[in-house]
């Protein structure tokens, strides 16, 4: 799983697998589930993130994860 933030849109993208989005669907304004082929979904897109969701904060619960910082 991947967190994805571009500031420039204010977006957040949630990718949960590698696979290729076959449909989006929003499901309520501003959040669009993305499914494959299977109907799975692989993804969340968050409009407006920073007015949705605390971007200052992001916990790890008892999830074996690797973090990784990127600097501009």
Do not use: F, R
């Not at 696979?19 to 109907?39: F, M, P, Q, R, T």
């Amino acid at each position: 799983m991947k967190l994805n933030y571009y500031p420039e849109t204010d977006s957040l993208y949630i990718d949960l697998s590698s696979k290729y989005s076959k449909e989006s669907v929003e499901v309520s304004e501003g959040i669009v589930l993305d499914y494959d082929e299977n109907a799975h979904i692989i993804g969340i897109d968050i409009d407006n993130a920073s007015h949705k969701i605390d971007l200052n904060e992001i916990i790890l619960n008892k999830i074996p994860a690797q973090l990784q910082t990127i600097s501009a």
